[in-house]
């Protein structure tokens, strides 16, 4: 993890801790799946829409575009996240090699406004960096004896 990174399990402090940034001066970002937007229903609608504390959020989409090609779980959340948002009146956009670029700058400029930004990552968008070493313990949970 990056020094400057702050672990955190549950979606709505962790958005009212990056408003509390943004409100102190400094920028933080969110970073959850889509299965956590419903925790942040109350932290946008109570505090970053109505007093304009916004917060960028990158979503990793599971589910989506194909629900099928991933966990059940995930199926109905990635075909609603973005109607959701929608609903909410938060600006998102997906991200791809061609809308990366423009999407940044459409949420800098969001941001800078006082209104959040979701940025959707697709589903396997991000991997491994090809230096890094595997992660610990990615073999799951040690058979009981």
Same mark, same amino acid.
């Given at each position: 993890?990056?020094p ?17 940034a ?7 970002a969110?970073?959850?799946?889509n ?8 932290p946008?609608?109570s +505090?970053?829409q109505?007093?304009?504390v916004?917060?960028?959020? #990158? ?7 194909d $629900? !099928? @090609? ?9 075909q ?16 791809t ?12 400029? +969001?941001?800078?406004?006082g209104?959040?930004?979701?940025l959707? #990552?697709?589903?396997r968008?991000?991997?491994q960096? $090809? !230096? @890094? ?5 990615t ?7």
């Amino acid at each position: 993890m990056h020094p400057d990174a702050t672990g955190q399990r549950q979606r709505g402090p962790c958005s009212f801790r990056a408003a509390g940034a943004q409100l102190a001066g400094r920028r933080e970002a969110v970073f959850l799946q889509n299965s956590g937007i419903g925790n942040l229903i109350n932290p946008l609608t109570s +505090l970053c829409q109505p007093y304009a504390v916004p917060v960028l959020a #990158l979503v990793s989409m599971r589910g989506w575009p194909d $629900p !099928g @090609a991933d966990e059940p779980q995930h199926a109905l959340m990635g075909q609603t996240t973005e109607t959701i948002l929608s609903a909410l009146g938060v600006w998102h956009a997906v991200l791809t090699a061609e809308s990366l670029e423009p999407a940044l700058d459409q949420a800098n400029e +969001l941001i800078s406004g006082g209104k959040s930004a979701f940025l959707l #990552l697709p589903h396997r968008s991000i991997g491994q960096h $090809p !230096g @890094a070493s595997p992660a610990i313990g990615t073999a799951g949970p040690t058979p009981r004896r």
